[in-house]
T-cell receptor
Framework: KAGVTQTPRYLIKTRGQQVTLSCSPISGHRSVSWYQQTPGQGLQFLFE???????NKGNFPGRFSGRQFSNSRSEMNVSTLELGDSALYLC??????????FGSGTQLSVL | EDQVTQSPEALRLQEGESSSLNCSYT??????LFWYRQDPGKGPEFLFTLYSAGEEKEKERLKATLTKKESFLHITAPKPEDSATYLCAVQRRSGGSNYKLTFGKGTLLTVNP
């Protein structure tokens, strides 16, 4: 069974640009969550989608947004990038409540 | 607000030297406490879920325990391949579905041969 797939693996952007990250969950998983991981703050919850609806949202500015498609694939978008947005962005899918299966992440560097 | 504090931040052990990692938490109604392992360049990998005080779970050299305020991850006779960052997370009990996990910053474990 294929795991959670995130693309791209690495991304370099400049301040002010926008970026879109993609996540394909494990087949059959309808919940997709996104987390930001930095050395200083650790893993922080961004948002969670279930059946194309955002059910939970973390404390991030509106520049961070996401969506989920009918096939459960998800994308997250960050507009007007700032230096502080440099981080590992992790996607996780879930079948059972709480037991998350993570992808390898997208390492975003903002210059 | 839910809080998770892990200690120590980093731990170095010799192969075979048993030890424990600590996870202290405050949450308004605990639904579950989770342990994950993260290797460099990879996403976290699920290890255990604990639901109530007194519960214990084991997997190979790892054993997780839970009290009302903290959880311990005991590592017995570790091997170099156990080197990783171990993350603890809590999920709050709430009305309706809530998949949000609040993570600690992790403990970086290094096991020397």
């Amino acid at each position: 069974k294929a795991g959670v797939t995130q693309t791209p693996r690495y991304l370099i952007k400049t301040r002010g640009q926008q970026v879109t990250l993609s996540c394909s969950p494990i087949s059959g998983h309808r919940s997709v969550s996104w987390y930001q991981q930095t050395p200083g703050q650790g893993l922080q919850f961004l948002f969670e989608y279930f059946s194309e609806t955002q059910r939970n949202k973390g404390n991030f500015p509106g520049r961070f947004s996401g969506r989920q498609f009918s096939n459960s694939r998800s994308e997250m978008n960050v507009s007007t990038l700032e230096l502080g947005d440099s981080a590992l962005y992790l996607c996780a899918s879930s079948l059972d409540q709480g037991k998350l299966f993570f992808g390898s992440g997208t390492q975003l560097s903002v210059l | 607000e839910d809080q998770v504090t892990q200690s120590p931040e980093a731990l170095r052990l010799q192969e075979g030297e048993s030890s424990s990692l600590n996870c202290s938490y405050t949450v308004s109604g605990l639904r579950g406490l989770f342990w994950y392992r993260q290797d460099p360049g990879k996403g976290p990998e699920f290890l255990f879920t604990l639901y109530s005080a007194g519960e214990e779970k084991e997997k190979e050299r790892l054993k997780a325990t839970l009290t009302k305020k903290e959880s311990f991850l005991h590592i017995t006779a570790p091997k170099p391949e156990d080197s990783a960052t171990y993350l603890c997370a809590v999920q709050r009990r709430s009305g309706g579905s809530n998949y949000k996990l609040t993570f600690g910053k992790g403990t970086l474990l290094t096991v020397n041969p």
